[in-house]
């Protein structure tokens, strides 16, 4: 069993931390084989951002192939480039707050989430990569929900004052990703 | 009889210098040796010897040395000293190698601050390579690769390097000297030597440039030579201390 | 040993200073500047030194200075960057000065682009600098094994008192992958090392010993050639190191190194499980090259060999046709300029071959 995941958006939208704690998560909970993999350019700030996690039973070749199962899709620019690579019955999930075009794939599953609304909900725009990862877990379930959160809760430690705000996004991703799910 | 002189222990007892007639090299090889030997700190010292004629001290030499690759010997002395801070390391560096292709190593080392201590033998040429122009080749002054002399024009002027490296915050002394008289030589001696105890002081970087003559490549005899330093290289490179932070202690 | 989720160039920083890296120097070029910022913070915990050259031919020749005084040395960059840098390794390989070197290596040549790419390959097998000087150059396929080289690349560099190369690629360097990192060195370790080089190193000396004399070069041609001999020699006792898959009924076998490798390994996985006989030759040092290992194909089954790179023109070609010596076809399946290649690539590759 492989898991190939793309995380892609805007420059600034957390990207890679969502790649980054769920690869950390992967490796603090399980014995499995674990790759992530920044595409890097040369930009510092405002190029589009995207990442590739691999979490696997066995041996990894490419930390970056362009067969994906599931992606991750925060902008429109993003799901245009990348949707061609999500795989027959792949899983897309995508911030309906930005993404307005038409997927126009019925071979996949579309999960939708408006986090960057629900974020400036909340109260802080910078949230919204963790309701994101919410909604993914909640839905996928490909990792245990308190290992991840304990994973986001040490990566957080140093800003102990961020944690209920971060905890109260998490929880509102699961919802919206298990309510899809049922 | 009483012995009142005695070769440097620097210097090997069998070796005799190779370097042409008039050449200051083995002069200042002398002046290192005694400095050396005068603070106690010969066996603890490692010589980097630029490329060049400066190149040719590794055979005399007794104590520890490598050749760093043409200009380099500043960055090689940086990795040396901070590896090992109570070993003294002292950088020996022809106007070609320090001035021209090590200018970046030169000024980055002294803006650093490295705690090392930089002998500069300036003589307006290159030596070995064959009298080439220089960075501190003098207006006028004919070279194999400026046969017409040098032309501001084409060609710039002389670099300065104790004047340059004082526009750093850096470096903590810098003098020029020269060996053309008893009187020069002297004060050469004490120069290195001061320039060797702020390194075993730990004050930093220190830089002794000692202007010379090369009678081959300049195309005169030892004599004139002597002359030419003295009427000319002198007028362009004023003799004296052009920093000392010991001074604003 | 607890595993923890790593940095290609993070952990190759860690793994050094493990080894007892205690003096760097290097200068910033993507994709491996973690090296540097990793080290800046990493070696003053350690009591170690960390100097930003103000390029990277400086860097090396910081390299050069601390090598030469006997401490455990190491500068990385990435393609271009080293290029500038084959002068300061040419002179530690005459010199014979232990050093580690890293090439985090991008598209070329030029500039290239700043992603993944297996474009250095000659350069760092072949002639890394002037002069004609060899070194045993490690290409990791994982960042575990990244750790694992680096870690017994300081060992090898004071054993042979040569250059070691860690020949790695924008992937390796870039991606995080769980690893299980080395002992530390102690100290007590680390004085032994430096006792050891003690007879050699430049740190000045009393006149009633032999001085150190680290030269890159001597007047004396006949001394000059006897060292080439003696270098030569050296050169010849290193034992190349290897992986080989499934060579005895491979109809087809793969020959790939580092991030090439392991992509071509999962396309080998599933090609076998579709029924094909494909096999592997993956070199672990490309210097020392292990031709050796090409002997072991059958060639009364094998159809040919298909060398997988990410190098266009193919340059690992070279060695992979060194070590088959006619005895079957060569094909390639190579990509380049920043491009990783993709496992789907190399099975239709092989399909193709394997009709």
Not at chain 1, 125 to 140: A, C, E, H, Q, R
Not at chain 2, 235 to 242: T, Y
Not at chain 3, 5 to 28: D, N
Not at chain 3, 318 to 338: A, F
Request: overall charge negative; charged content about 20%; proline content about 5%.
């Amino acid at each position: 069993m492989e898991t190939n995941i793309l995380v892609a958006g805007f420059g600034g939208q957390g990207v890679m931390t969502i790649g980054k704690f769920l690869a950390s998560a992967a490796c603090d909970a399980t014995d499995k084989y674990i790759t992530f993999f920044p595409s890097y350019g040369a930009e510092q700030r405002g190029g589009t951002a995207n990442c590739y996690v691999v979490i696997s039973d066995e041996e990894i070749g490419s930390p970056m192939t362009d067969e994906m199962d599931d992606m991750i899709v925060m902008n429109g620019a993003s799901l245009n480039k990348f949707l061609p690579m999500l795989r027959t019955g792949g899983r897309l999930f995508v911030n309906s707050s930005i993404v307005k075009e038409e997927i126009g794939r019925s071979d996949i599953t579309v999960v939708k989430a408006p986090v960057t609304d629900m974020a400036l909900e909340l109260g802080n725009s910078k949230v919204l990569n963790i309701i994101m990862m919410g909604v993914y877990l909640g839905y996928t379930e490909v990792l245990p929900v308190d290992v991840v959160w304990s994973t986001i809760e040490h990566k957080l430690g140093k800003k102990p004052a961020l944690l209920p705000l971060n905890r109260m996004a998490f929880e509102q991703g699961l919802q919206i990703g298990r309510a899809e799910r049922a | 009889m009483e012995k009142i002189y005695e070769r440097t222990k620097l210097i090997q007892a069998d070796k005799v210098s190779g370097f042409c007639p008039g050449c200051m090299h083995s002069t200042i090889g002398k002046l290192i040796g005694e400095a050396l030997e005068e603070l106690g700190v010969l066996e603890k010292t490692f010589l980097i010897t630029g490329i060049g004629c400066c190149g040719l001290h590794i055979d005399y030499v007794r104590c520890d040395n490598t050749t760093a690759a043409h200009g380099r010997a500043c960055a090689v002395a940086t990795g040396m000293k901070r590896s090992r801070p109570d070993s003294i390391y002292i950088t020996y560096q022809g106007d070609g190698d320090l001035a021209s292709i090590g200018l970046a190593e030169t000024m980055h080392a002294a803006n650093r601050g490295e705690n090392i201590t930089v002998i500069f033998v300036n003589n307006g040429i290159y030596g070995m390579t064959g009298g080439q122009m220089a960075p501190t080749t003098l207006v006028g002054m004919k070279a194999t690769t400026a046969p017409k002399g040098r032309d501001p024009k084409e060609h710039g002027y002389p670099m300065h390097m104790c004047e340059i490296l004082n526009q750093l915050t850096a470096p903590y002394y810098l003098e020029r000297c020269s060996c053309n008289n008893p009187k020069n030589l002297m004060q050469t001696k004490r120069a290195i030597k001061k320039a060797i105890q702020n390194q075993i002081d730990g004050k930093g970087f220190s830089m002794v440039e000692i202007v010379t003559s090369c009678p081959t490549n300049w195309g005169m005899s030892a004599m004139d030579a002597l002359d030419f330093l003295e009427d000319n290289m002198l007028k362009e490179f004023p003799l004296g201390v052009v920093r000392d932070r010991s001074k604003e202690e | 040993m607890a595993r923890v989720l790593m940095k290609g160039t993070e952990a190759i920083a860690e793994a050094a200073v493990r080894s007892g890296l205690r003096f760097f120097a290097g200068y910033p070029i993507t994709p491996q500047n973690e090296i540097p910022e990793y080290l800046a913070r990493r070696l003053p915990e350690v009591g170690g030194h960390f100097v930003q050259g103000e390029s990277e031919i400086a860097s090396v020749n910081m390299v050069y200075g601390a090598g030469c005084a006997g401490e455990r040395a190491m500068t990385s960059s990435a393609s271009t960057g080293i290029s500038l840098k084959s002068e300061g390794i040419s002179y530690c390989a005459a010199a014979r000065i232990p050093m580690v070197y890293v090439n985090v290596s991008r598209g070329g040549p030029g500039v290239g682009t700043i992603q993944p790419s297996q474009m250095d390959y000659l350069q760092a097998t072949k002639a890394s600098g002037n002069g004609g000087f060899r070194m045993r150059v490690f290409s990791p396929s994982t960042v575990q094994e990244a750790v694992d080289m680096t870690y017994k690349a300081f060992d090898y560099a004071d054993q042979d008192r040569n250059p070691v190369l860690i020949l790695s690629d924008g992937v390796v360097g870039t991606m995080m992958e769980p690893v299980e990192l080395p002992p530390m060195r102690t100290d007590e370790e680390l004085a032994a090392i430096r006792e050891s080089k003690k007879a050699w190193a430049g740190i000045g000396h009393p006149f009633d010993v032999p001085r150190s004399w680290n030269q890159p070069g001597i007047w004396d041609t006949l001394k000059w050639e006897q060292q080439n001999k003696d270098n030569a020699a050296l050169y010849e006792s290193w034992v190349p190191e290897v992986e080989t898959l499934d060579l005895e009924d491979a109809e087809l076998v793969i020959a790939a190194y580092g991030i090439s490798a392991r992509i071509a390994k999962a396309a080998i996985k599933a090609l076998r499980a579709e029924g094909y006989k494909v096999g592997m030759i993956r070199p672990k040092t490309v210097s020392p090259y292990p031709y050796a290992a090409y002997d072991e194909i059958n060639y009364d089954t094998c159809k040919a060999v298909l060398d997988v790179e990410m190098a266009i023109p193919a340059l690992h070609l070279w060695d992979v046709e060194k070590g088959v010596k006619d005895r079957c076809p060569i094909e390639t399946c190579l990509r380049s300029g920043g491009i990783v290649i993709q496992k789907r690539e190399i099975i239709a590759a092989a399909k193709k071959i394997l009709g």
